[in-house]
DNA sequence: TTGTACGCGTTATCAA
DNA sequence: TTGATAACGCGTACAA
């Protein structure tokens, strides 16, 4: 049956309605706006015009209905107030926009059933690819996921299965570099403090412990643990606590940068000598790292270059191409600064 | 003609599959997971059981399409690694996340043509709501957006003309009262700190100026302004040109904290005593400003509560209510801290 | 309580 | 270069 145009309020414009204006077929209008060179220039020129003045814009819905392609990547992260996450997006955004794909980003709060629920709501639209950030899903993530055949690379961690496309690095490894660096510099009744206690935190702190115990001196009662949020005045309180329960602390690691400047801040208020009397490090090497007094030591990780290749290993899946290597190691730098 | 199923090599379920599996009809699972009650429990229930097994997602697309209404809800924003607006995110998400909306957050990089161009894209995705940051939006945006009909409020600033629904404060009355409150503590060579200048930095600037030229003491010279990011490391080098260029200045007020925090560190490095030598003073209440030391004189500003009351405002007016009030204003507090 | 018929706006397919 | 036709997956309207 031919379609018959209802005459409702004022709906938005159609390819139809553009179409009648003009006087062609829908099918030509959407080849004017999707493949120009298969239109004459004069039909052309008219139907953007049309568009224009009908301020056409097209449907997407209809579009990834009828195609079953979305352009569309849902990107996953903990949080949207850690600038760590915030660079990743920006690799990501760097890589995909080009590509004309939509970014998606849910923000699971580091909140495994609420990343489960983002999950599922997200995946109706359909997305082509997704972007997860760690690698510890849950069960009935991996069920869904694995049911609908949908590209996933999973970004800051390493898989040690290697089962899985990921990109990041070694947390551990990390957590164990920046304690035989204390060591190196002579501290020995090293501290760790960790907030929020999420993946990336917990392997941290088995590499804190794995580099203490392999120098012989690691102590479970120097580890200051909170699922508390991270920052700067939760940081102040640690060390007040920490210095106050074991006096002979002489370096802290903290687990992220903002622990670390309250830190820096709470030993400056305190006239606590930094790092004569008690060495900081933090992690991230976030901007204020620099800048603080004295500047801070940390581990520089590469969150942006993980959201450019995490996105451009999922542009090669979403393409039907296996990437060669399934997962990317981008390793870390020690930010050795004044502080220790 | 009746539907015939084809048979791909793997598609995602959809309905018909899972009524088939089931032995209804399409529309008895559609009302099963969006209308439970208006289908008898047994049947639920075995429904239910289907969805779960072949791993059903609804398409939004199809839904979208057919109900013309997305649930959807456009922000556009100009900066994520920016804490206002990720604070203001926050409250537009919790209004709207209980009513089941999806928010598509887009990053305009305080660029206009980049605004543009993002919500050109957006809008096809169907949104039946828009939150804007500004007002400033330029003459094709507001020809696009009054063809569509959809609902817009404006975030941050308020509407001269009270014409457009907006929630925000003024940002031209606080950089008033800030420059007042240097004022009164006895500086008289108050300079100002402007980075990338857009629509709000100038507005601070403006009430800046009025309350010197008030105080019959404006001087254009003492004005640095800069397109550049923001950030703790220009701040440092900007006081730094400031000083030399104009060493009778006894006080600054930066665009906004990183700046404030960056000159605080030069001070600091400096040896220049504030707020003795030199009164500090930034703007947004940021959580390093209460650690700064000294700690940082600045002007709070309700960001959290604009985004939840934007998002209030614009559920109101998808409801097809009129809001009592088009123009919310939510004032800000000045924060007087060491530095001044 | 359950089902049938239809169309939402677009693109794939095939034909001219 | 352009067009006719048929879906894509779902919800509305109405019927049983």
Redesign the pocket.
Known sequence: ??????ERAS??A???DVAAQV??????V??A??TP????E???ERILAAVDALG????R???T????RSQTVVVLIPSLSNTVFIDTLAGINDVLDPHHYQILIGNTGYDDAREERLLRTYLSHAPDGILLTGLRQSDGMRTWLDKLHIPVVHMMGLDPQAQRYCVGFSQQAAGAALTQHLLQRGYRNVAFFGARLDERVMQRAAGYRQALQEAGIYREDLEWLTPEHSGIGLGASMIAKALQQRPEIDAVFCCNDDLALGVLTYCQRNGIAVPQRLAVAGFNDLDGAAWATPTLTTIRTPRYDIGHAAASMLLDLMSGNTPAEPMQDLSFTLQAREST
Chains 1, 2 share one sequence.
Do not use: D, F, Q
């Not at 209905?65 to 079953?68: A, F, G, Q």
């Open positions: 049956m031919p379609r018959k145009p209802k709906r938005a159609t390819l139809h006087g062609v077929s829908a099918i030509t959407s080849r706006l999707n060179e298969r239109v004459s004069a039909v052309r056409y814009v097209p449907n819905s209809a579009r209905l009828v195609s079953s």
